[in-house]
């Protein structure tokens, strides 16, 4: 099936691109929905068809895995939910992997949000990752939701020194000092590993900021790929990892395949499913550049 | 002007019934998943109304329409109903009211804590901000505006000057030879491996070149000529480079949305796939 998908959609855009080609080096205007169609097809057949490719982790998708991979069991991961539904496709597969790893490796999560719409995709992670595939972790002690707090990167500034200062209750209004899985714990400098995943404002340049750096603590991060550039510089010194957009997801979860094949043989892998349309997205993108310089350069050359 | 009101009001009888029947056509589909009817009714209506909002925000790529301004006005209210009423709940529930009153505390079921005096301060400072909806005394705003300026400048300037400047120059402070043992052991354990000292020097080498040259390219004060200009148009490449490589990724942040996107509905709305 993901071999007929591959020569229908190779016949299908190359097919296109060609006529493209010609209509464009003859001079016909090309219009830009019909720029919209190729990438709509470019990205549609591989998902009808399913087609994926191989992947593999590189030293900086490394770093992390290996990070959460060494951590002595037990080890308290804070992992903040710094995202909304418009970026969810690109880093929701990013935590649900960190998610996985985390309690695979029976270290003890912590999990809030610097944004309002991250408490209730945390909320979601909970019920679809979680409580299905570790229905043995309990609420309060081996895992918790302590939600968003208003205040941006004030709100990791409170919290580098003491965390009820901001936080009384988890987001079901249980008293944290009455939760197994906080005592002992005062500020973030008690978290082992901290990972912020997002792609906006307040995210991971703010942990880095706020938190990170200040307070001494490794942090990893999961980002949306507009955002990934702008973080590259801090790696590796200030960040010890970073998936950087759906590439980064897809290399972390065949890292996991790959490392626990009989516990993650059989998890869901989006970030792994979408390289396939994005490959092709991104070979159709560079062909339109490479149509659009042809046209130039041809129509130069007629003119002169 | 009557042919085209005629046009959009057969549009949107089409969009109404055929919204009819995928809400039907939904609905049976999960009864046969063994849903239970209530349910059934419910999630077939929001997948079916998730996929036509999909599909209104999309019909913006052929031109705007009244079906895009319904999508986009619905989200913006949305959002900021959502962001309202979370801050409401975490923030002035959650962290205010157990430290200003008991009794509210109660009221809200949160724990009480210590009372603290302090807290009025955020209070007064926060209608104050809502008194900009006043035209006579919309002036009053500016104090806690300035507050809120202040703070967040001060907060800023600290950590951007330690973590964004001192330990960035610190970072570009980078071995040019990698764990470098002398010219036999570097060829003999030669290898192109991405943690291989090879790659790894080469990458420490294009930071140097990279940050050099991009400085150069900056620093207006001597005219760009001779070695100068070359680094310069150097730093101008290392500038383009970044921005090709800020669009790639750009691209594949908007193609990750499009593939969420079609892979809800082809998944969750048409069930084409599993």
């Known amino acids: ?304 | 002007m009557a042919n085209s009101r005629r046009i959009s009001q057969i549009i949107l009888a089409a969009v109404i019934i055929l919204f009819a029947v995928s809400w039907i056509i939904k609905y049976f589909a999960l009864q046969n998943e063994g849903v239970d009817t209530w349910f059934s009714i419910r999630d077939a209506f929001f997948i079916t109304f998730a996929a036509f909002l999909t599909l209104a925000i999309m019909s913006f790529l052929y031109k705007d329409n009244p079906y895009y301004k319904f999508a986009e006005h619905l989200f913006v209210g949305v959002s900021a109903a959502y962001w309202m009423c979370v801050g409401f709940w975490s923030t002035f529930v959650g962290n205010f009211i157990p430290k200003v009153s008991h009794t509210l505390a109660r009221f809200f079921e949160v724990p009480p804590k210590d009372i603290e005096i302090t807290y009025f301060i955020p209070l007064i400072l926060g209608i104050m901000l809502l008194l900009r909806l006043s035209s006579k005394i919309g002036w009053v705003s500016r104090w806690s505006l300035a507050f809120i300026v202040g703070t967040t400048a001060g907060l800023n300037l600290i950590r951007y000057l330690r973590t964004d400047f001192i330990s960035q120059v610190s970072n570009t402070f980078i071995p040019l030879l990698v764990d470098w043992g002398g010219v036999g052991p570097f060829f003999s354990s030669f290898s192109l491996s991405a943690s291989g000292q090879f790659v790894m020097s080469l990458a420490n080498w294009m930071i140097f070149i990279g940050v050099f040259s991009g400085l150069i390219y900056f620093f207006f004060s001597k005219e760009h000529k001779g070695f100068f200009g070359g680094a310069s148009k150097v730093g101008i490449w290392v500038l383009m480079i970044t921005f090709g490589a800020s669009f790639g990724y750009t691209v594949m942040g908007r193609v990750s949305l499009l593939v969420g996107r079609l892979t809800f509905l082809f998944q969750d709305w048409l069930g084409l796939i599993s």
């Open chain 1, 1 to 304: 099936m993901s071999n007929i998908g591959l020569i229908i959609s190779a016949l299908l855009i190359v097919g296109g691109l060609l006529w493209l080609l010609i209509r464009s080096l003859t001079g016909r205007e090309v219009e830009r929905r019909v720029i919209f169609i190729f990438i709509g097809l470019a990205v549609a057949v591989p998902l009808l068809f399913n087609i994926t490719f191989s992947e593999k982790a590189t030293p900086i998708v490394k770093g992390i895995f290996d990070k959460i991979e060494n951590l002595p069991e037990g080890s308290k991961i804070l992992v903040s939910f710094d995202y909304g539904p418009s970026m969810a496709p690109e880093v929701e597969p990013m935590s649900n992997a960190f998610v996985r790893h985390a309690l695979a490796k029976n270290h003890k999560l912590y999990i809030m949000g610097l944004w309002a719409t991250g408490q209730s995709l945390a909320a979601s992670a909970i019920e679809n990752v979680i409580k299905p595939e570790f229905p043995n972790k309990v609420n309060g002690v081996d895992y918790i939701n302590i939600g968003y707090k208003a205040g941006n990167q004030g709100v990791l500034n409170v919290i580098i020194t003491d965390f009820r200062k901001l936080y009384a209750t988890d987001v079901d209004g249980v008293n944290l000092d009455s939760v197994e899985i906080f005592h002992g714990i005062k500020s973030l400098k008690d978290m082992d590993l901290l990972i912020s995943v997002g792609g906006g404002f307040p995210g991971i340049k703010e942990w880095v900021l706020f938190a990170a750096d200040p307070g001494n603590i490794p942090l990893a991060g999961g980002s949306a790929a507009v955002s990934t550039p702008l973080l590259y510089p801090y790696y590796p010194r200030q960040l010890i990892g970073l998936l950087g957009g759906i590439k980064g997801a897809a290399e972390y979860e065949s890292e996991l395949k790959k490392t626990y094949p009989d516990r993650f043989g059989d998890m869901p892998t989006p970030g792994i499913k979408m390289m396939g349309p994005q490959t092709l997205a991104h070979m159709v993108v560079m062909a339109f550049i490479v149509i659009g310089n042809l046209s130039f350069f041809f129509a130069k050359r007629k003119r002169k």
